[in-house]
Nanobody, 118 residues
C-alpha cells in the first residue's frame, strides 16, 4: 500500500502562485496514476488534476491553464503548480494514487491547506 504525504500549502494573495508536492512511499510508483483533489468547506471533493503513468494529464475547466501537474518517477513524487490563484481555489488539497496500472485513484494523503486571500 502506498503512503502519500503532501506539502507546500499555505497562505497566498490572489494572483499568486504555490507549488504543492506529494511524496509517495511503499510499492511501485511509476505505473500508478496520480492526482490532486481539493475540498472546500461545505463542498464536495473535486478532482483538479490527474496524470497517468504515460505522463498524459487532465484538468477540469475551472483550473485549466492555471494548474499544472507533473511527476518525477525517480523521486516518487508528484507536483501541482498553481498559478493565478483565486479566492475560490481556497481548499484542502489532497494527493491521490491508483494501484499500479489501475485507473481509479483510491489512496489518499492527509491533505494540505491552501488559502487564497482576495
Amino acid at each position: 500500500q502506498v503512503q502519500l504525504v503532501e506539502s507546500g500549502g499555505g497562505l497566498v494573495q490572489a494572483g499568486g502562485s504555490l507549488r504543492l508536492s506529494c511524496a509517495a512511499s511503499g510499492g511501485i510508483f511509476a505505473s500508478r496514476a496520480m492526482g490532486w483533489f481539493r475540498q472546500a468547506p461545505g463542498k464536495e471533493r473535486e478532482l483538479v488534476a490527474r496524470i497517468w503513468s504515460s505522463g498524459s494529464t487532465g484538468y477540469p475547466e475551472s483550473v485549466k491553464g492555471r494548474f499544472t501537474i507533473s511527476r518525477d518517477n525517480a523521486k516518487n513524487a508528484v507536483y501541482l503548480q498553481m498559478n493565478s490563484l483565486k479566492a475560490e481555489d481556497t481548499a484542502v488539497y489532497y494527493c491521490a494514487a491508483s494501484r499500479p496500472g489501475a485507473y481509479e485513484l483510491e489512496y489518499w494523503g492527509q491533505g494540505t491547506q491552501v488559502t487564497v486571500s482576495s
